[in-house]
């Protein structure tokens, strides 16, 4: 059974910085992509940043370029996100997922394995 499970977040003031991980355990094959995908209170779930596996291709939303950065240790099926400079409208529940293909895309469809999320929380 495929677990994947999300850690790291927390409160923090704006301008802070967090570094989010996601495990996953049980994966019945390798050449997938990840991403990370969040969502606020009253919106949509939206993506934020995507990893291929070898990561050769990275994607981020514009709402993340320039302050977050993806990762991942593929031999460890670890994927992380290091978000600095972080502002209030980052608040929001994060969630990591596992694509069907090694491809980076947003439609939520695409990925098959979703954790429970780590809600991060920023403070003005």
């Known amino acids: 059974q495929v677990q994947v499970v999300e850690s790291g977040g927390g409160l923090v003031q704006a301008g802070g910085s967090l570094r989010l991980s996601c495990t996953v355990s049980g994966m019945p094959r390798e050449y997938f992509a990840m991403a990370w995908f969040r969502q606020a209170p009253g919106k949509e779930r939206e993506g934020v940043s995507c990893i291929t596996w070898a990561g050769g291709n990275t994607q981020y939303a514009d709402s993340a370029k320039g302050r977050f950065t993806i990762s991942r240790d593929s031999t460890k099926n670890m994927l992380y996100l290091q978000m600095n400079s972080l502002r209030t409208e980052d608040t929001a529940m994060y969630y990591c997922?596992?694509?069907?293909?090694?491809?980076?895309?947003?439609?939520?469809?695409?990925?098959?394995?979703w954790g429970q999320g780590t809600q991060v929380t920023v403070s003005s």
């Open positions: 997922a596992i694509h069907r293909r090694n491809l980076c895309t947003w439609s939520r469809t695409d990925y098959e394995y």
